[in-house]
Each structure stands twice: as structure tokens, then as C-alpha cells.
């Protein structure tokens, strides 16, 4: 989580400094949902973040060099300047990037995980979505698919409260949840700003999609503390509401309890700082990927590859 | 060998990928026990397993997205769209996540889309369609269109085997109207064109159901010799089986069932003007569909599809030139 929201600073920063194409886009506020959700796979079990989970990638083993060198559309960042802000997946850690089309990487992760269970593997996938995202006909086709299956997949929905300006309130009558049980699908709601309840509940869910339980709907419900992208003021968010969550800031409320434990968590603050200067250095350093051959990688030749085997740091706590 | 329809061919095709590769599964809508819309898959559900020839839901979204999951993780999926038209249902999928995915993450999606394609069934404006040029423009896909009962057994062997998204038009009217020999077991057709008929007076570049049309219309033409170049595949486009065609023959006519603008014979004109200008003798002449969706009745269905007649009646008056 500490890396993931530095990360995201320095990112920013970059962004400020004019260094950063586009426009910039981060999760600040929703650390715990991802990294807790990815803390719970095993190193087979593919991820499909969205746009505000830099920590699923993080978790999967993704160096911080190679996620700044992407935003910066370096040759050595994880998009290679072919696409950049999240736009990211390090395939073979596992992780499948996602498109801005949503939720289409839903479907995605329902294949995989139809495929794992139709080869009889202990395996599972990890799809994160927004609340804005459940509006979209391809998360119904693929929620029905993923019931009527009984894939072993596990969904997260990040309920932040807003799709870029549009609250929830405007977006659906019928909580996701709710929909969640009309296509046969389990349903669970877990607070999003606590890592360790969201690590639990994704654990469980695990543990049912590999036992042939089917997929779990996870609600998880959290704030984005930014705009939609660095471009968006967010002046559309009752000030109100920001403090409510602000209150409840998931790196916060872990410190707390990590001091509780007896964790030394200033040290652990500065390595990650010292981390994130290291890679910023390395990033900025990387060489700008080279113009010519732009129909270079557009077909494959040869044998393709298939998703890889992610880090798993936590997966020992995991059911298999 | 032995004589196939060209629906037969295809099933026969399947057939063998399911046989000799594990990773091979077919989804689609009523392609189990009901053999599909048009029996392509009859009995195969039968014999290889509901594991492996799956029906989905109507969900063309879902069933070319979850073909994607399955590829990334190793499994060769064959989608069936009912008719082709339904693609546009999935379009998002395959434009958007399979064709940009060797390119940004070097994934590669290696499956296969099949389309029942095109006119002259009275299917009307929405079992009708010839949607290959909205594929030709998004990067990353290849579309195939065999013509003869041979290649689309051939090519659609070289599509399960490719590693790159294929989509896959198969066209209905010629499902059990066209026959011929097929070598039995395993052969891919190579992504080339293919010169279905000799002539050096002038060439046809058609596709699909238009390369027999065209036939018709080169036989009824007695005072010249006419060539009838197959394409075969859209994309990869085979440019120097084209330019080789036009340096021999002069004088061209391309052939679309598709509607005229930006169709595949509109980029089959552009790459002749720009690189075949000096072996030309006469303009590039192009015959398609108009602009305008595909009528049911019969005799507005004939009137608005490329037959015979009009490629003839081109081809004659571009020899007059």
C-alpha cells in the first residue's frame, strides 16, 4: 500500500513536471482494496486490474522501475510507450492489463478461469471493476457466463462512490450485490479501507472458486480521494464526503494497527521512499522507445505466449 | 479426396482440430445437441463432450472475451456467431482486447471467429451482412474468406493454427451450394491468393461467394480471356499476387459483396493506383454492393448484390476501353 501511493505521488509529481504524457490517473484512497484482493492469490492465479489498483500489479511483482518508466512511455516501462497512464499488465507475472472499455477484462478473467476448470486446475482469476463499470452489458454477460459456469473468478468491485463525475446514485437503483444474486452468483460486502478484511474475504473466495463453490462477487467499499484523472478537480464531491473518508484512510488505519503489533513502521516507510527514489531514477534514466517499426508486434509469429506465474508473497496464508 | 460441400468441409475441419488438439473448444449459440443454426457442428457435441462443444448464452460479448481468457491461458476457442451480423454484438472484444493484445502485453489471442456471412438467402438486413472491412481496419486481426469447399477446410485449419485472432467468414449461400474435392485429414491452405481461373485479357479480384459469380461472368465472356484472382485471405492481403495480376492482365475489376464503400476492393483499388498506375490499361473498375442495407425481398435482394450480369457487364465494357 505504501508503495502503491508512492508510486503514485512521484507519478504525479512527474506529471506536474511535465514529464508525464496525458493525463494521470491513481487509486489514492483505495490502496487496501487491491493490494489486499491481490495478497490472496496464489502465483497462478492471473490478476485483471483496473484503473485504480497499481497495488494488484505491485503485488504480482511488477518492479516500481517499470510502472514509472510506463507513465513516463519509456522503452523500459511496462507498456514500452505502446500505451500508457494504467494502462499496463505484466503478462508474465500474471497480470492482464486492462482496456478502457469496462468492464471488458471481466470477460477476460471468466475464460481464463472457464479454461482452469475445464483443465481440472487449482486455479483461479481475480477481476477489479468500479461501481460505474456495473452499468455496462458486458459485466452482465459476463457476471450471467460466470454463474451459469460456475467459473472459479473471483470479482471485485471497488465501489468509490463516483464514475469520473457521476455518483452511484445516478449510475443504478439495484445495488450490484443484489444483482449479484440474480445470476446465481455469491455476494459479499467488506470495507474496503481495511487490507486485512479485503484479504479475507478474497481469500475465502478463493478457497470456494477452487472447490468448485463458483465465483464470488466482492463489494468492496472505498473512496476515491482524487479526480478521475489529475486533469479533474473533483470539485463535483461534497467536501464533506472527502473528510468522511479521509478519516478512514486505509494506510492510516494499518499503520495503527501495525504500530499496535509492535511494527517498526517508519523504517518499513523510509525503505519504500528510498525504493520509489531508486526507481524514479532508473525511470527517468530509460532510454524513449524507439519510432520506427510501428507494425512491429502487431501479429505474433511463432508459438504465442501464454499468461505467466506472478510473485505470490502472501500466498502461504491463502487456502492452497 | 473426397466430395464435400463447403459446409462439410468446415464441419470436417473442426472435426480434425478437435481430434488432434486438446486445446481446441467450439462456443456458440445452439451449436450443441442442435448442431447450430446452420448444422455446421452437428454431432459433435455428441462425440467430443459438452466440455468442449459449448453452447453460451446469446452473449457475444462474453463468448469472444471468455475465448480470449481461454487463449491467453493456452486453449485454441472456435467462436460461432450465428450469423455474422451478431458480431457486431462482440465487436468490442475482439477490435478492442483481442486485436491490441500481442501489441501492448505480447499475448497473443489465437482463436477464431466464425461468421455466416452474405447474401442471396433472403436473410434480410440483419442476416445479410458482409462486415469484413470493419475487421480489415482494426489492427491486429486477420479475416479469411475462403471460396471452394477446399479452402475453407484448408483455411480454417490455418486459422486454428495461427496465433493471432482470426475472423473467419464463411459464407452461407455457398454452404451447400458449393462442392468439390477435399483431400481428407489435416492441410492448411496458405494465407495467399489464388488465380482460380487463367486469362490475360483482364482479372477479377474477388472473395468469397463473388469469385464463383465472378467464374460465371469470365465464362460467359467468350471474345476475351479473363483471370479470376481469389484472395483468399483480407488480411494478410496478398499485394504482390495482386500487382502480379494487373502487370498481366492491363485491365481489373474488383468484386465486393460487401457495401462499396471502404469495402476490401476499395483497398485492393487504392494499393493497384498506387503501385500497379504503370501496368494499368484502363481504370480500376469496382462492382459491389451499394451503400445500402441488404433487402429481403428476392428481387431486391438480386438487385442490390453484385450477380453476374453487372460483374459481365463490367468486365465488357472495361475490354471495350
Known amino acids: ?320 | 479426396m473426397t466430395e464435400l460441400t463447403y459446409l462439410e468441409a468446415i464441419s470436417d475441419a473442426l472435426r480434425i482440430a478437435l481430434r488432434e488438439d486438446e486445446r481446441v473448444l467450439l462456443l456458440g449459440e445452439d451449436i450443441g445437441a442442435f448442431g447450430g443454426a446452420f448444422k455446421v457442428t452437428a454431432g459433435m457435441q455428441e462425440e467430443f463432450g459438452a466440455d468442449r462443444v459449448i453452447d453460451t448464452p446469446i452473449s457475444e460479448e462474453a463468448m469472444i472475451g471468455g475465448a480470449v481468457g481461454a487463449a491467453i491461458v493456452g486453449m485454441r476457442p472456435v467462436c460461432e456467431m450465428q450469423f455474422a451480423d451478431f458480431v457486431a454484438c462482440g465487436f468490442d472484444q475482439l477490435v478492442n482486447v483481442a486485436g491490441k493484445l500481442h501489441w501492448r502485453s505480447g499475448l497473443a489471442a489465437p482463436i477464431v471467429v466464425r461468421l455466416p456471412s452474405g447474401g442471396g438467402v433472403s436473410g434480410g438486413p440483419y442476416h445479410s451482412q458482409n462486415p469484413e472491412a470493419w475487421f480489415m481496419h482494426a489492427p491486429g486481426l486477420k479475416v479469411f474468406a475462403p471460396s471452394s469447399a477446399q479452402d475453407a477446410k484448408g483455411l480454417l485449419l490455418e486459422a486454428i493454427a495461427d496465433p493471432n485472432p482470426v475472423v473467419f467468414l464463411e459464407h452461407k449461400y455457398l454452404y451447400r451450394r458449393v462442392r468439390g474435392e477435399v483431400p481428407e485429414g489435416a492441410y492448411r491452405t496458405p494465407q495467399r491468393a489464388n488465380t482460380v481461373r487463367d486469362g490475360d485479357d483482364l482479372v477479377v479480384i474477388a472473395y468469397g461467394a463473388m469469385v464463383h459469380a465472378a467464374v460465371a461472368a469470365a465464362q460467359q465472356i467468350e471474345e476475351a480471356s479473363v483471370r479470376v484472382l481469389d484472395l483468399r485471405t483480407l488480411v494478410p492481403l496478398d499485394e504482390r499476387a495482386i500487382l502480379d495480376a494487373v502487370r498481366d492482365c492491363a485491365k481489373v475489376v474488383v468484386v465486393d459483396e460487401a457495401n462499396y464503400t471502404c469495402a476490401p476492393g476499395a483497398q485492393v483499388a487504392s494499393l493497384i493506383a498506387q503501385y500497379g498506375y504503370g501496368d494499368l490499361d484502363g481504370p480500376v473498375v469496382r462492382v459491389a454492393t451499394p451503400d445500402a442495407p441488404i433487402p429481403f425481398a428476392p428481387v431486391l435482394e438480386r438487385a442490390a448484390l453484385p450477380g453476374i450480369e453487372r460483374i459481365r457487364d463490367a468486365c465488357r465494357e472495361l475490354l471495350a476501353y
Open chain 1, 1 to 320: 500500500m505504501l508503495t502503491h501511493r508512492a508510486i503514485e505521488e512521484r507519478g504525479l509529481s512527474l506529471y506536474k513536471q511535465g514529464k508525464v504524457p496525458g493525463s494521470f490517473y491513481d487509486g489514492r484512497g483505495q490502496e487496501a482494496t487491491c493490494v489486499g484482493a491481490a495478497f490472496a492469490l496464489g502465483p497462478d492465479d492471473p490478476v485483471c486490474p483496473l484503473i485504480r489498483d497499481l497495488g494488484a500489479h505491485l503485488v504480482k511483482g511488477t518492479p516500481p522501475s517499470a510502472v514509472l518508466g510506463h507513465y513516463l512511455g519509456r522503452a523500459g516501462g511496462v507498456g514500452r510507450g505502446r500505451d500508457g497512464n494504467v494502462h499496463m499488465g505484466d503478462a508474465q507475472r500474471g497480470v492482464v492489463g486492462m482496456v478502457s472499455m469496462l468492464p471488458d477484462m471481466m470477460a477476460v478473467a471468466v475464460g481464463m478461469a472457464w479454461a482452469f476448470k475445464l483443465r481440472g486446475e487449482s486455479r483461479c482469476t481475480l477481476s477489479l471493476f468500479g461501481d460505474g463499470a456495473t452499468s455496462v452489458g458486458d459485466w452482465h454477460e459476463a457476471m450471467n457466463l460466470a454463474g451459469l459456469q460456475r467459473v472459479p473468478a473471483i470479482f471485485v468491485l471497488e465501489h468509490n462512490g463516483y464514475a469520473y463525475s457521476t455518483p452511484s446514485s445516478r449510475q443504478f437503483v439495484v445495488d450490484p450485490l443484489q444483482r449479484a444474486a440474480v445470476y446465481g452468483i455469491r455476494g459479499v460486502a467488506v470495507d474496503g479501507n481495511d487490507v486485512e478484511a479485503v484479504f479475507e474475504v478474497t481469500r475465502e473466495a478463493r478457497e470456494r472458486a477452487l472447490a468448485g463453490e463458483g465465483p464470488t462477487l466482492i463489494a468492496a467499499y472505498t473512496m476515491r480521494m482524487h479526480g478521475h484523472g489529475a486533469h479533474d478537480d473533483a470539485s463535483y464531491v461534497p467536501p464533506e464526503l472527502f473528510e468522511h473518508w479521509a478519516a478512514r484512510d486505509p494506510i492510516e488505519r494499518q499503520r495503527e494497527r501495525l504500530r499496535g503489533l509492535g511494527v517498526d513502521v517508519e523504517s518499513i516507510e523510509a525503505q519504500v521512499r528510498a525504493e520509489v527514489d531508486a526507481a524514479s531514477r532508473e525511470a527517468l534514466a530509460m532510454a524513449e522507445p524507439p519510432p520506427a517499426g510501428e507494425l512491429e508486434d502487431v501479429f505474433c509469429e511463432g508459438e504465442p505466449r501464454t499468461v505467466g506465474r506472478g510473485a505470490a508473497p502472501w500466498s502461504r496464508f491463502s487456502a492452497t
